[in-house]
């Protein structure tokens, strides 16, 4: 019997560096427009946001949906 092993792809990726990638990728107006939340609309930083994020459940699991949602259509490497 084979084993199938499923890759996860947030596996060894810290929250710095997903947000990072976002914002290379759309950069703070889209990435707001695409999750609104306030940290990425109202004066946006890497500190802030990820203070933000890390104390906030829902909105994480937003930002790693977006993520995985990237790399499974193949935008991002």
């Known amino acids: ?4 092993k499923f890759k996860d792809p ?3 990726k810290t929250l710095e560096m997903i947000l990072k990638d976002l914002v290379f990728y759309y950069g703070w107006e ?3 427009v695409k999750i609104n939340i306030r940290c ?3 004066n946006p930083s890497i500190k802030s ?5 890390r104390k906030t459940p829902w909105a994480r ?3 790693e949906e977006l993520y995985v ?3 499974e259509t ?3 490497n």
Do not use: P, R
């Not at 019997?1 to 199938?4: A, N």
């Open 1 to 4: 019997m084979s084993e199938t």
């Open 10 to 12: 947030l596996h060894g």
């Open 30 to 32: 889209h990435l707001g």
């Open 40 to 42: 990425f609309n109202n």
């Open 49 to 53: 946001s990820l203070a933000f994020l």
């Open 61 to 63: 699991k937003k930002v």
């Open 69 to 71: 949602y990237l790399i």
């Open 74 to 76: 193949n935008k991002l």
